[in-house]
Nanobody, 116 residues
Framework: QLQPVESGGGLVQPGGSLRLSCTASGFTLEHYAIGWFRQAPGKEREGVSCISSGGGSTFYADSVKGRFTISRDNADNTVYLQMNSLKPEDTAVYYC?????????WGQGTQVTVSS
């Protein structure tokens, strides 16, 4: 089953940082563009960021532009989402998927909570 695995979530104070990782077991992420999505309770799913398979093209939602950075290490089969200057409104379950659209394979998510 092609399912990426997210890690790195947790509880952080406003202004803090977290780095999320997306990896995979049994298949190689380097063939895929990888998207990060998030969903907060009571809110619609939101596309946060995306990176092309080669890493040369990236996308950021306006809500995270300038604070989040997506990167990938294909040798390590991992895609990262560095999140800085976190705000309470960034609180959500974060998912990675094997596409920049919601049509790829999804992980089970990792919880990010920004609270004092």
């Amino acid at each position: 089953q092609l399912q990426p695995v997210e890690s790195g979530g947790g509880l952080v104070q406003p202004g803090g940082s977290l780095r999320l990782s997306c990896t995979a077991s049994g298949f190689t992420l380097e063939h895929y563009a990888i998207g990060w999505f998030r969903q907060a309770p009571g809110k619609e799913r939101e596309g946060v960021s995306c990176i092309s398979s080669g890493g040369g093209s990236t996308f950021y939602a306006d809500s995270v532009k300038g604070r989040f950075t997506i990167s990938r290490d294909n040798a390590d089969n991992t895609v990262y989402l560095q999140m800085n200057s976190l705000k309470p409104e960034d609180t959500a379950v974060y998912y990675c998927a094997t596409d920049c659209s919601p049509l790829g394979y999804w992980g089970q998510g990792t919880q990010v909570t920004v609270s004092s």
